[in-house]
């Protein structure tokens, strides 16, 4: 009896366990877009920085935000079991500030203001003196990386939370505790080796070998392409991510598009729904920020006058 109420209890923890990888697996797909723009952002946060405090730097944010997820997730459950008919509104805040997010960033790229142009200026200039206090902008990166992880992670929980909504308050914890740990195991060692990523090409670049000089060369000449492609791959995700979790939303906008999608055969079937969420997702995110950066604006300058 003993033996087979524990080969019993083994196959329930290995069917749990087999639940959770699946949950898992559909959460981290339905927040690649996020990862990636987290992945991009992060890596660039470490952008002044002596390459000594380097990793220093993004196991600093890392730990940060562990303290995030360790927030994050308790009230994602909590939210779930109380208030389970918020779980539908905060997807699609969620949904809207990643399409406000990546309207800004083209908006930034292709618009910039005097302001921005400004503040890099300030930034360059201030990194070219003896006395600038490092420490102090060491700090002062690592808590501008933590706050955004924050918003970055809330949306990832937020998604997941989706996923998982209508399972046990357990499984949803466990869930959400693994993809939690996953995500932020995933990015900051990805991110740690992109920003070491050329130290590793230098140090190639030197050895007697002609093939790792070769090698070498190649990463240093990729490293600063792969910071690009990175950031312009997540903010397409963010359009594709965030308009699909607000046509989700909207079922009548949901159901049309693919209602006209199923007109199409083969690959079109599946790629004209993508493409909408995509163009969806830039339009809103487009009207957000031409609705909020000038309320922004004038919130910044009343607080300066006064």
Not at 134 to 153: H, P
Not at 252 to 276: C, E, R, W
Request: negative net charge; aromatic residues 6%; contains cysteine.
């Amino acid at each position: 009896m003993a033996g087979t109420s524990l080969l019993a209890l083994i196959d329930d923890i290995a069917t749990i366990l087999d639940d959770v990888s699946l949950m898992t697996k559909a959460a981290t797909k339905k927040t690649a877009g996020v990862l990636g723009d987290d992945l991009a952002l992060n890596a660039q946060q470490v952008t002044g920085v002596k390459p000594a405090r380097e990793l220093p730097v993004v196991w600093a944010v890392a730990k940060g935000s562990l303290v995030n997820k360790a927030i994050l997730v308790p009230a994602a459950v909590a939210i779930s079991f109380f208030a389970p008919w918020l779980v539908t509104p905060l997807l699609m805040l969620g949904g809207a500030f990643l399409c406000f997010e990546g309207a800004e960033k083209l908006a930034h790229k292709f618009l910039p203001s005097q302001g921005d142009e400004q503040h890099e200026k300030e930034l360059s200039e201030a990194l070219k003196q003896p006395d600038v206090d490092l420490k102090a902008l060491e700090k002062r990166k690592i808590k501008g990386a933590v706050r955004t992880d924050f918003i970055l992670s809330a949306e990832i929980i937020a998604i997941t939370l989706g996923v998982v909504t209508g399972e046990s308050i357990g499984m949803q914890f466990a869930v959400l505790a693994v993809v939690a740990v996953m995500i932020t195991v995933g990015v900051y060692g990805l991110v740690a080796g992109i920003v070491k990523l050329d130290d590793g090409g230098l140090y190639l670049s030197e050895k007697d070998s002609e093939l790792a000089q070769r090698v070498g060369n190649g990463i240093l000449w990729l490293a600063p392409y792969l910071m690009k492609t990175l950031s312009i791959l997540g903010t397409i995700a963010m359009f594709l991510v965030g308009g699909g979790i607000l046509v989700h939303g909207i079922p009548p906008v949901y159901d049309a598009i693919h209602h006209f999608a199923s007109d199409y055969g083969g690959v079109l079937t599946k790629l004209v729904p993508v493409l909408a969420n995509g163009l969806i997702g830039l339009l809103v995110g487009a009207l957000l920020v031409a609705v909020i950066t000038p309320l922004l604006r004038m919130w910044e300058a009343r607080s300066e006058a006064s």
